[in-house]
């Protein structure tokens, strides 16, 4: 029974009925309640619904279920990404690498969450949420004034004002919604007739700071006492092996000196020289070794650099020597190791140095060191892969997987095939479809946009793109797609059918035709949308939108800008104004 459940939900999600498909799933964990394939299939659902607390949800009993499952932790990531958590994405991902090194699902989503991390900026709500003006608009507002008396409402609206981004998590409670357009200014009716009962008045819960203790002083009369003077300590005594090892080690300073001058003249024979005696002289500092190594880097003499380098690795551990001295040791050796590679495969010991340096000492220069060795092995392991015969088997080994419906596979061969040649659109156009098919729609987007820009002129590139969006319900960004297809191959009939497919899902909001759950979904995606929330955010389309409501011959003189409008139709077709 479990497995007919689960074999109607991957038949709904395929059609791309998502809302069904979490149907389906919830009825097979009931049958099977420990089964982990079915929440990470219900997780995927729920993602492409934009449901992302319930599929976090998911994504976590699949790991508490499964944790060597590496599904598990791509499903984690991808919750975590659609929350915006995107440290907690990056470390979902890397969990998975570390089970699975090779799933290009997971490196791919890892690059994805990377980069939404250093992209990640600043609410465009300004100060909204900010200090006790916040609190002060809502309670003023007859609106939103009965809210503050409950305690799910006001925890909701800290932890909005402690993160304005956290806004996304809560967009489906109305009560939200209209605090919303209260402190944007912005009347917005989201309710549906199901919603509108009146909520009981009240005052908000206050906590009253804690009391604190006064401060006691202890305040004494009288004269302060003086220390009693110390006497002066005698001198100690030096044996004469102490007095010897001491002007050695002055000795080493002075020759690690002269060494240092001739390194900055390039008089290299000299500086060794320097150096080999400062080590005769004094063992016990391997700045002298660490020194004389960058001499030998700077001759070519790799072998006898990396030998430097080794004993003073080994001779600083036995002294408990400072780890930046370690790590300057290390990360010499990996310049050496990469300075020597001819080979990707000669890149993986420099590659490990350094790693080892960063664990001693997190240096800037030794991270962008590895950073540039993992570059330059990447790029000849490519090259060294490159073979365009052997892409086109495996491509073909792909397809023939794609008709047998053994996506999994599919997604295997092709990947193969695109290290075989990178350049080939053909295959990051049909690994999109599979990425569409078995959920991954990022990373199947992301294909669909790597096919777009090896050839622009390919339209199959912009149907799978497309095709992507429109399963996310991102029908505006769809249609746009489709369009662009359009111009390269107007004749195409796919496109031409993605196009009526988006016009008619795009009609059903300009009509009304929506159900009340379909309108809130709408909305909650909508509100996701940095052009969305710019326009709510603009203070000129804010007195638009209170003119549409209170001034109708204002808003008949907006109607004459074409800008003005097409910002209106995009908040229409968006469901979050409706038009009666």
Same mark, same amino acid.
């Given at each position: 029974m479990a497995d007919e459940a689960k074999a109607k939900g991957n038949?709904?999600?395929?059609?791309?009925?998502?809302?069904?498909?979490?149907?389906? %799933?919830?009825?097979?964990?009931?049958?099977? *309640?420990?089964?982990?394939?079915?929440?990470?299939?219900?997780?995927? @659902?729920? @993602?492409?619904? /934009?449901?992302?607390?319930?599929?976090?949800? =998911?994504?976590?009993?699949?790991?508490?279920?499964?944790?060597?499952?590496?599904?598990? !932790? #791509?499903?984690?990531?991808? &919750? +975590?990404?659609?929350?915006?958590? +995107? /440290?907690?994405?990056?470390?979902? !991902?890397?969990?998975?690498?570390?089970?699975?090194?090779?799933?290009?699902?997971?490196?791919?989503?890892? /690059?994805?969450?990377? #980069?939404?991390?250093?992209? #990640?900026?600043?609410?465009?709500?300004?100060?909204?949420? #900010?200090?006790?003006?916040?609190?002060a608009k809502l309670t003023s507002d007859p609106s939103t004034r009965p809210y503050l008396q409950q305690p799910d409402f006001v925890r909701m609206m800290q932890d909005i004002q402690k993160n304005p981004n956290n806004l996304n998590l809560y967009l489906k409670d109305q009560r939200v919604m209209q605090a919303f357009g209260v402190l944007l200014g912005v009347k917005l009716d989201t309710r549906t007739p199901e919603d509108a009962a009146e909520m009981p008045g009240g005052s908000p819960e206050r906590k009253r700071p804690a009391d604190s203790e006064p401060v006691k002083e202890d305040k004494r009369a009288g004269h302060k006492s003086q220390p009693e003077p110390q006497p002066e300590p005698e001198p100690m005594e030096v044996s004469e092996e102490e007095k010897e090892l001491k002007e050695k080690k002055a000795l080493a300073q002075k020759e690690k000196e002269a060494g240092n001058a001739a390194y900055k003249k390039k008089d290299f024979e000299n500086a060794i020289q320097h150096y080999t005696k400062a080590i005769e002289l004094d063992d016990a500092d391997i700045s002298f070794l660490t020194n004389?190594?960058?001499?030998?880097?700077?001759?070519?003499? +790799?072998? =006898?650099?990396?030998?430097?380098?080794?004993?003073?690795?080994?001779?600083?551990?036995?002294?408990?020597?400072? !780890?930046?001295?370690?790590?300057?040791?290390?990360?010499?050796?990996?310049?050496?190791?990469?300075?020597?590679?001819?080979?990707?495969?000669?890149?993986? *010991?420099?590659?490990?140095?350094?790693?080892?340096?960063?664990?001693?000492?997190?240096?800037?220069?030794?991270?962008?060191?590895? /950073? =540039?060795?993992?570059?330059?092995?990447?790029?000849?392991?490519?090259?060294? !892969? %490159?073979?365009?015969?052997?892409?086109?088997?495996?491509?073909?080994?792909g397809n023939q997987f794609f008709k047998e419906q053994k996506y999994p596979e599919a997604v295997k061969h092709y990947t193969e095939s695109l290290r075989r040649n990178p350049k080939d659109p053909r295959t990051y156009s049909n690994r999109a479809a599979c990425y569409t098919k078995l959920g991954a729609m990022p990373e199947g987007l992301k294909d669909a946009e790597k096919c777009i820009e090896l050839d622009p002129t390919f339209a199959k590139g912009y149907t799978r793109k497309g095709a992507v969006q429109f399963f996310m319900k991102e029908y505006e960004k769809a249609l746009e797609t489709y369009q662009e297809g359009l111009k390269h191959d107007a004749?195409?009939?796919?496109?031409?059918?993605?196009?009526?497919?988006?016009?008619?899902?795009?009609?059903? &909001?300009?009509?009304?035709?929506?159900?009340p759950e379909e309108l809130k979904e709408r909305q909650a995606k909508a509100m996701q949308d940095p052009e969305i929330q710019n326009i709510l955010a603009d203070p000129v389309m804010r007195q638009v939108l209170d003119d549409f409501q209170e001034n109708p011959k204002a808003a008949q003189e907006h109607t004459k800008n074409p800008l003005v409008m097409n910002k209106i139709q995009k908040l229409v077709r968006a469901g979050i104004v409706q038009v009666k």
């Open positions: 038949a709904a999600f395929a059609a791309g009925n998502f809302s069904e498909a979490i149907n389906h %799933f919830t009825e097979a964990i009931h049958l099977s *309640p420990t089964n982990h394939v079915l929440y990470s299939n219900r997780s995927a @659902a729920y @993602a492409s619904v /934009n449901k992302f607390t319930e599929a976090l949800a =998911d994504a976590e009993k699949t790991v508490e279920l499964k944790p060597d499952w590496s599904k598990g !932790y #791509s499903r984690l990531g991808a &919750a +975590y990404l659609g929350l915006k958590l +995107y /440290n907690d994405a990056v470390l979902a !991902y890397k969990k998975g690498l570390e089970i699975d090194p090779n799933n290009e699902m997971l490196k791919s989503g890892l /690059n994805d969450a990377q #980069s939404a991390q250093s992209r #990640s900026k600043a609410s465009p709500f300004g100060d909204a949420f #900010s200090g006790p003006e916040m609190w004389r190594a960058a001499v030998y880097l700077e001759m070519g003499k +790799y072998e =006898d650099c990396m030998k430097d380098c080794d004993k003073a690795v080994e001779r600083g551990r036995e002294l408990r020597s400072d !780890y930046k001295m370690i790590a300057r040791a290390l990360t010499r050796k990996g310049t050496a190791l990469v300075k020597m590679a001819k080979t990707s495969k000669d890149y993986e *010991p420099a590659i490990e140095t350094f790693q080892k340096a960063l664990t001693e000492h997190r240096n800037p220069e030794t991270l962008k060191k590895l /950073n =540039d060795a993992e570059k330059a092995k990447k790029e000849l392991e490519q090259q060294e !892969y %490159f073979d365009p015969q052997i892409a086109d088997e495996e491509r073909e080994k004749k195409n009939q796919e496109l031409l059918d993605g196009v009526r497919r988006c016009v008619e899902q795009i009609n059903k &909001a300009s009509r009304g035709d929506l159900t």
